[in-house]
């Protein structure tokens, strides 16, 4: 059984940083990943992706500021946001997908495993 288990979320001022940590179980078959946010009353949208050969990808809202990267040892992924905006405010989660997907994907249907979430305040 898959289980993914966000953390690192918080209230942070704008310029702020924070790394979101996603501790991983249960997922052998290892395919791309993703963290997504969805502000409330909007849509999911993919921030960061990482394929099962290393290849990421970011939303244009957030290339050059988050960086995705996994820790195989200690079965985690990470995003780590830096020079962080009021308009990052979103609850952030975690995606594995199920099968194999293109390694650039940011598309929720791509991605069967999901946590429950962590929460992400930016205050100007």
């Known amino acids: 059984q898959v289980q993914l288990v966000e953390s690192g979320g918080g209230a942070v001022q704008s310029g702020g940083s924070l790394r979101l940590s996603c501790a991983v179980s249960g997922y052998y078959r290892r395919y791309s990943m993703c963290w997504f946010r969805q502000p409330a009353g909007k849509e999911r949208e993919g921030v960061a992706a990482?394929?099962?050969?290393?290849?990421?990808s970011y939303a244009a809202s957030v290339k050059g500021r988050f960086t995705i990267s996994p820790d195989n040892a200690k079965n985690t992924l990470y995003l780590q946001m830096n020079s962080l905006k009021p308009e990052d405010t979103a609850m952030y989660y975690c995606?594995?997908?199920?099968?194999?997907?293109?390694?650039?994907?940011?598309?929720?249907?791509?991605?069967?495993?999901w946590g429950q979430g962590t929460q992400v305040t930016v205050s100007s």
């Open positions: 990482i394929g099962s050969d290393g290849g990421t």
């Open positions: 995606a594995a997908a199920s099968a194999f997907v293109p390694w650039w994907s940011l598309q929720p249907p791509d991605f069967g495993y």
